[in-house]
């Protein structure tokens, strides 16, 4: 959420007492380790970690190359000081935005307030650990010298930017398609970053899932085939599988489900731009609500959109070795037998589902920052990796369990016309068949491989997603 780090924080005697030239020069000194008057990348980085400053490689690059006029992969000491005179007036800026009564100190409460109108809702304890982090006098208010010193080397802009160490990032990929859409500073869409970081969450989205699809495919099939016996379980599920076809047929279906990411994404980034547009002031920063509608209706429209692609994948999942020869076959047989209805089989509880799946996320995920910021925030609000991606499993498997009865009777809808001697019947019909015949249980059937491919499918979409944003050279905010 914030880029309050501690460790930005410079030494006292780094800052005083100077006119800004000398302060700059002697910052550049302690920078330019071989004394040759220019430093590059290679002695910024052990420069800023003898300061005490740790950005990361993709802040320490950004500095370089924001800083670096004539572009020879190096700043001499003129643009050293352009830069952090440019950089200063936009941390002026961002100071004064949150100074709402000019008295030239921050206070809790003026936090509060200013983080109030960019959609991020904080208690009045949660901001003043926030300032706790940067007040180095014990006054419990910020002053000007005390956030330019924290602020000197973030090459952070604006407080939008500085809020964003929370985001709930779309580079996480579990398999499901009804998260809400990630969001993007005015810098990222003109610069370009927000297609490589899109490209780079579907790439990791391609490999997670095709990781885990042998639990996606047994996932289906006790969905679809577990209430006939009523004993089918992993181990045997598997076995089945294998004997039908071998161990290929357990991606059976994966090719679809990773075809889909490119369109889907595409749409659902577009039409969450329209939306937000619709529902917010020109001008005005997006609430947490207005983020929630605008994601829902994003996600019901990419939906729509690709939900064929949904209904093959099914069908591919769930048939049998030589029933189909691919997603082109699979589709060519169900509009000739069955109709173009056919590609929308099972719609009404899809649509249905991404409005308990994305609230309960988005709900559970902002009650896990308030409870990580009120009881484990002490010297810095940055959470860390391991924090940020613990709140994202737990808040993604309460949508999940929420939205699931939805999810299996879609699949159940999309599949009939596959079963023998099974009447097709709509939503209700078979919510109340399920219930009447099966109990509670059976409409979380296959809800067991679902869990057990989350946390691979986290570990390795975040692993690929970090790789992929250094090949892309995606800017870290």
């Known amino acids: 959420m914030l880029r309050w780090l501690r460790g930005f924080v410079l030494p006292a005697a780094a800052c005083q007492d100077a006119a800004p030239p000398t302060r700059f020069e002697t910052l550049f000194q302690k920078l330019d380790r071989n004394g040759d008057g220019v430093v590059d990348i290679g002695e910024l980085q052990e420069g800023l970690k003898g300061l005490g400053v740790n950005l990361g490689q993709d802040g320490e690059e950004k500095i370089l190359t924001t800083g670096d006029i004539n572009k020879d992969g190096k700043l001499d000491f003129e643009e050293f000081m352009q830069y952090l005179k440019d950089h200063e007036k936009k941390m002026k800026l961002a100071f004064k935005s949150l100074d709402k009564n000019n008295d030239g100190v921050i206070e809790a409460s003026e936090i509060v307030q200013s983080l109030q109108t960019l959609g991020l809702t904080i208690s009045e304890q949660q901001a003043e650990l926030i300032l706790q982090s940067i007040d180095t006098d014990g006054t419990m208010t910020i002053d000007w010298n005390e956030w330019r010193d924290y602020f000197l080397f973030n090459p952070v802009t604006d407080i939008e930017e500085i809020i964003r160490f929370w985001k709930h990032s779309t580079g996480i990929d579990i398999g499901d398609s009804l998260t809400i859409p990630d969001e993007f500073t005015e810098e990222e869409k003109k ?62 279906g994966n090719g679809t489900n990773v075809l889909k990411i490119a369109p889907e994404t595409a749409v659902k980034f577009w039409s969450y731009e329209q939306y937000k547009k619709l529902l917010t002031v020109e001008g005005q920063k997006i609430g947490i609500f207005d983020r929630f509608i605008s ?122 016309a596959m079963i023998e001697g099974t009447k097709q019947m709509n939503m209700v019909g078979l919510f109340r068949r399920i219930i009447s015949k099966e109990g509670i249980p059976g409409l979380y059937r296959g809800i067991t491989p679902n869990f057990m491919k989350v946390l691979p499918a986290v570990g390795i979409s975040y692993v690929v997603y970090e790789n992929m944003k250094q090949t892309l050279r995606v800017t870290q905010k």
């Open 191 to 252: 610069s370009g970053q927000w297609w490589r970081q899109l490209l780079a969450g579907g790439i990791a989205g391609a490999v997670s899932r095709t990781s885990t699809a042998p639990l996606d495919r047994l996932k289906v099939m006790m969905q679809v085939h577990g209430s006939k016996s009523g004993k089918m379980n992993i181990y045997g599920g598997f076995r089945q599988m294998v004997k039908e076809g071998g161990i290929r047929s357990l991606w059976r």
């Open 295 to 416: 994601g829902s209706l994003a996600g019901a429209t990419a939906q729509t959109i690709i939900y064929p692609m949904e209904v093959i994948k099914t069908r591919l999942a769930v048939g049998k070795t030589g029933q189909y020869y691919g997603i082109f076959d699979c589709a060519k047989k169900i509009l000739k037998h069955e109709g173009v209805g056919a590609f929308y089989k099972g719609y009404i509880p899809n649509l249905l589902g991404i409005v308990p799946y994305a609230g309960i996320d988005l709900a559970v995920y902002e009650l896990l920052k308030s409870y990580w910021l009120d009881n484990y925030a002490k010297d810095s609000v940055n959470p860390g990796v391991i924090v940020l991606l613990g709140c994202g499993i737990v808040s993604s498997t309460c949508g999940q369990l929420a939205s699931y009865p939805l999810a299996l009777v879609k699949t159940r809808m999309q599949a009939q």
